[in-house]
T-cell receptor, first 119, second 110 residues
Framework: AAGVIQSPRHLIKEKRETATLKCYPI?????VYWYQQGPGQDPQFLIS???????DKGSIPDRFSAQQFSDYHSELNMSSLELGDSALYFC??????????????????FGAGSRLTVL | DAKTTQPPSMDCAEGRAANLPCNHS???????VYWYRQIHSQGPQYIIH???NNETNEMASLIITEDRKSSTLILPHATLRDTAVYYC???????????FGIGTKLQVIP
């Protein structure tokens, strides 16, 4: 079965440079999530998009922006990179479901991640 | 967002049941409990979820207390391949995010 595809898998940048990470969700999934995971940390939610509109925002720096395109893929743009931005960045996708008018459980499928190293 | 709390590490003998606890005392009535695991630095892998009732699937069982303030993930017969960090998370369902705690590093010992 098709999974969530992230690219690039590894990225090395210098301070103050920009980086763009891409995420291709599972086909027919309508929601995309971005998480950041620092060394030894739990995944921290950054931002999500449902049907191409931003649906929630977490601890995403102002230097970062993201969008979801018409084909449902998403891109996370990071500018003015800092050493502290070095982390694993995971994208996840899900399919919005409602059961009897109530939101069903939201099972996220994660990609393999993109490892960003800022030097 | 309030996070879940878990013990940072646990050991389990191979072939024995691994019981991983999670505290989510501030969980609201419409929030699900989710369990994921992460092997090395791979993407978190979904294991199981529940709302009120206990759940079981081919990977694990989830026991949720009646007051929903805590839960336990049970791996019935742990193998060496179950060595991973296990994350307990919470989320409202629909298209809402899942918020994770710091996770429990489970070491399965031969």
């Amino acid at each position: 079965a098709a999974g969530v595809i992230q690219s690039p898998r590894h990225l090395i940048k210098e301070k103050r440079e920009t980086a763009t990470l891409k995420c291709y969700p599972i086909p027919r999934h309508d929601t995309v999530y971005w998480y950041q995971q620092g060394p030894g940390q739990d995944p921290q939610f950054l931002i999500s998009f449902y049907e191409k509109m931003q649906s929630d925002k977490g601890s995403i720096p102002d230097r970062f922006s993201a969008q979801q395109f018409s084909d449902y893929h998403s891109e996370l743009n990071m500018s003015s990179l800092e050493l502290g931005d070095s982390a694993l960045y995971f994208c996840a996708s899900s399919s919005h479901q409602r059961t009897s008018g109530r939101a069903g459980a939201n099972v996220l499928t994660f990609g393999a991640g993109s490892r960003l190293t800022v030097l | 967002d309030a996070k879940t709390t878990q013990p940072p590490s646990m050991d389990c003998a191979e072939g024995r049941a691994a019981n991983l606890p999670c505290n989510h005392s501030t969980i609201s009535g419409n929030e699900y409990v989710y369990w994921y695991r992460q092997i090395h630095s791979q993407g978190p892998q979904y294991i199981i979820h529940g709302l009120k009732n206990n759940e079981t699937n081919e990977m694990a069982s989830l026991i949720i207390t009646e007051d929903r303030k805590s839960s336990t993930l049970i791996l019935p017969h742990a193998t060496l391949r179950d060595t991973a960090v296990y994350y307990c998370g919470r989320g409202s369902g629909g298209y809402q995010k899942v918020t994770f705690g710091i996770g429990t590093k489970l070491q399965v010992i031969p």
